[in-house]
């Protein structure tokens, strides 16, 4: 009973932890933006400007609920909460942290799910938010938005390969999709890199860490790889008829899909919560060092944003399969060579 | 509750591929085809079988379908009067259409009924990591495997040859 308790506590703390964190982004965002530009950015709701995504939520609430004619009402309405749900959903096997307590025997781990499985659930659940952007972008009955949706999909589909790929040259060399036990492995004493760094898989796997950060870029729309969107071409992407929450309901979806991302980075390649050189460190710690790498990783996507022009379509798919799916499949050639050895 | 569960997620995937084949709109089918893969998946993971559950989602709800709709949308097929797809059978495919659809019921049946004749089908059963599904595809089983792969892309190659020509004759006309 304890333990169902525990881990209904857990899944409202973890998932209310990531819309709060997608809410903050989002401020992030604009402040970081105004940093990088020499502007002061949002600053006048609450102390220096920390209640404005609350404000900005308070404010699509009471904005007018609209489906553009034409439009294909249910996938309309259905294709931004997919988009949320399918990031939110792909959070639940990341562990943020090692063991919280114990309960009649029973660990207590700082997971939603432990699963065998976990590193392909992410890619699996997490891909699932493109048909939030391709079903968005088709129901609105809208040419931009159709581009946009018709853009993401085949930007998703040839970046998915290379990440896959990078992802499974680390499953290789840890001998398991647990996402915990990749943790452990970098983490124990054995496995550190040339005796002194710590063993993590950022410095056996250095090629695939450098594709996939690239990669998540791509996978998560984000710049300098937001085609989807794309202003200057597309109005909004596959976004320009969405009002209100639905709107906002994407930009949640982004939000979360990033910083899943930036945990998937950071529990494969940088040890995920454990900390260098201290393996018995306690389970706050961890979980500060977990969500610190998370936080510069989070920092990454915004600082790439604002300093990185967009790319052009024909120099992304080119990028996409002529240098990083051939890049990726000779790292895990190369990897599987290591392993077998 | 399992077994529930099952019956639902059977019934969501018999609905659904029907709902493929006889919907008007073409994203209607491809979104059918779409919610049948995720009754199976979970099918499979009531199962046991979470690898399974969770390649089938990656490869067949994140990739191929997302490539289906792609085409789908590309060449703007989203039309509701382009008629239903019953029509494009014609007297002439009918036969093929049979005989296939009569092959998949006996190979079926014949998986039901023989319970375990087909080999692998005993040890598949009682087998839920990762490592022994590896063991199994590329150990005892990595002919049959190779086969199959093989098998699959020569129809892939077929498709193309045949798609292709269909292609220069609407062109000529």
Known sequence: MTVLLATILKVVVIFGALISAAGISTLAERRVSAWIQHRI?????????????????????????????????????????????????SVAVIP?????????????????????IGALWVVAIGGLGIYGVILGGWASNSKYSLFGGLR?????????????????????????????????????????????????????????????????????????????????????????????????????????AMIVMSCMTVTLFLGGFSVPYWSEAPFLIGLASFLLKVTFFMFLFLWVRWSLPRFRYDQLMNLGWKVFLPLALVNILLTGLAVSL | MANLLFYLMGLGAVIGSLLVV??????????????????????????????????QILVYGGAIMVLFLFVVMLLNLGHPEEGSGLEFMNKRRM???????????????????????????????????IGDLAGLMFGSFLLPFEAASILLMGAAVAVIV?????RTQAVER
């Open chain 1, 152 to 256: 993401a999909t085949a930007q998703m589909i040839s970046y998915e390969l290379s990440m896959i790929l990078c992802i499974l040259a680390v499953v290789a060399m840890s001998d398991t999709l647990n996402l915990r036990e990749i943790v452990n492995l970098q983490d124990s004493a054995d496995s550190r890199c040339f005796g002194f760094l710590p063993g993590w898989n950022i410095f056996y796997q250095p090629l695939a860490f450098v594709l996939f950060v690239i990669c998540t870029f791509a996978e998560t729309n984000r710049h300098p790889f937001d085609f989807a969107e794309c202003e200057s071409e597309l109005v909004g992407g596959f976004h320009t008829e969405y009002s209100s929450m639905k709107f906002a309901l994407f930009f949640i979806g982004e939000y979360c």
């Open chain 2, 95 to 129: 036969p093929f259409a049979f005989a296939a659809s009569a092959m998949l019921i006996v190979l079926t049946f014949a998986g039901v009924l023989g319970q375990g004749s087909a080999p692998g089908a005993v040890e598949l059963a009682h087998m839920a990591t």
């Open chain 2, 22 to 55: 006889t919907s008007k709109n073409p994203i209607t089918s491809v979104l059918s085809l779409l919610g049948t893969f995720f009754c199976l998946a979970t099918i499979y993971l009531l199962a046991g079988f979470q690898f399974l559950a969770a390649a």
């Open chain 1, 96 to 116: 943020f942290g090692g063991l919280i307590t114990e309960i009649d025997g029973t660990p207590i781990l700082m997971s939603i799910a432990d699963l065998d």
């Open chain 1, 41 to 89: 950015g949002p600053n006048r709701v609450g102390p220096f400007g920390v209640l404005q995504p609350l404000a900005d939520g308070i404010k699509f609430i009471f904005k007018e609920e609209f489906v553009p004619e034409g439009a294909n009402r249910w996938l309309f309405i259905l294709a931004p909460a997919l988009s949320a749900a399918a990031a939110l959903m």
């Open chain 2, 162 to 166: 045949l798609a292709k020509r269909e």
